[in-house]
């Protein structure tokens, strides 16, 4: 399993990016997936997934209302799109599947002005 996040970048607070996350080797519907960060210093916070059992949709209440995220099985992507951003949104983006836990290369969002 691969999974390759990419999108981040620099943006200026209350602008938004959408990240995406590309997986191969893999059934997106057999598998949970989602989206976590971990900033400089901080735990890693998940942040939205879609679950296999339902394809309901979570965040946490950090993103909720502002991130959305979504998935495309033919492409095997998941996005994440992010509204509103936030100079505490500034983190390593990762991309998941569960279960068990398997995420790759994570990409760098900056929200500054």
């Known amino acids: 399993v691969q999974l390759q996040a990419s999108g981040g970048g620099l943006v200026q607070p209350g602008g938004s990016l959408r990240l995406s996350c590309a997986a191969s080797e893999i059934n997106l519907n057999f598998w949970t997936i989602g989206w976590f960060r971990q900033a400089p210093g901080k735990e890693r916070e998940g942040l939205s997934c879609i679950s296999s059992r339902d394809r309901s949709t979570h965040y946490a209440d950090s993103v909720k209302g502002r991130f959305t995220i979504s998935r495309d099985n033919s492409k095997k992507r998941v996005y994440l799109q992010m509204n509103s951003l936030e100079p505490e949104d500034t983190a390593v983006y990762y991309c998941?599947?569960?279960?068990?836990?398997?995420w790759g290369q994570g990409t760098l969002v900056t929200v500054s002005s």
């Open positions: 998941y599947i569960s279960p068990p836990d398997q």
